[in-house]
């Protein structure tokens, strides 16, 4: 089976290297439904080559035409693993999740001063 990276799957900072390993080497491999082309065969493989990384490919015949490849997104963890979607930003930016959580009533000062 020959892989072929086109230039779209590096723009997020992936190299063909690591996403030749994720094709290689899957944790998780399945069929996705392709928004533009519905007879396409697109394939989403999962892999660890020191990070997770999600990378997007078309089958065609024997070969892989891999289009897209990024840092596995916590939407897709959550789908693939069960793993609860956090917000990037809470995992990021501690201040701003708590502003968030207040917002919603969620921190336990926030509702003692209601009181």
């Known amino acids: 089976m020959a892989i072929t990276v086109i230039g779209s799957a590096l723009w997020h900072g992936i190299t063909a290297e690591e996403v030749r390993g994720v094709v290689e080497y899957p944790l998780v491999r399945?069929?996705?439904?392709?928004?533009?082309?519905?007879?396409?065969?697109?394939?989403?493989?999962?892999?660890?080559?020191?990070?997770?990384?999600?990378v997007l490919a078309e089958e065609t015949g024997d070969d892989?035409?891999?289009?897209?490849?990024?840092v596995l997104t916590s939407s897709v963890a959550a789908e693939v693993f069960g793993i609860p979607q956090v917000s990037m930003c809470s995992?990021?930016?501690p201040a701003l999740a708590r502003?968030?959580?207040?917002?919603?009533?969620?921190?336990?000062?926030?509702?003692?001063r209601r009181i």
């Open 30 to 54: 399945y069929r996705v439904e392709s928004r533009r082309f519905p007879e396409a065969e697109v394939y989403r493989f999962i892999g660890d080559p020191g990070v997770l990384i999600e």
């Open 64 to 70: 892989l035409v891999v289009f897209h490849a990024m």
């Open 99 to 112: 502003t968030s959580a207040q917002a919603k009533g969620e921190d336990d000062g926030a509702q003692r």
């Open 91 to 93: 995992m990021t930016c």
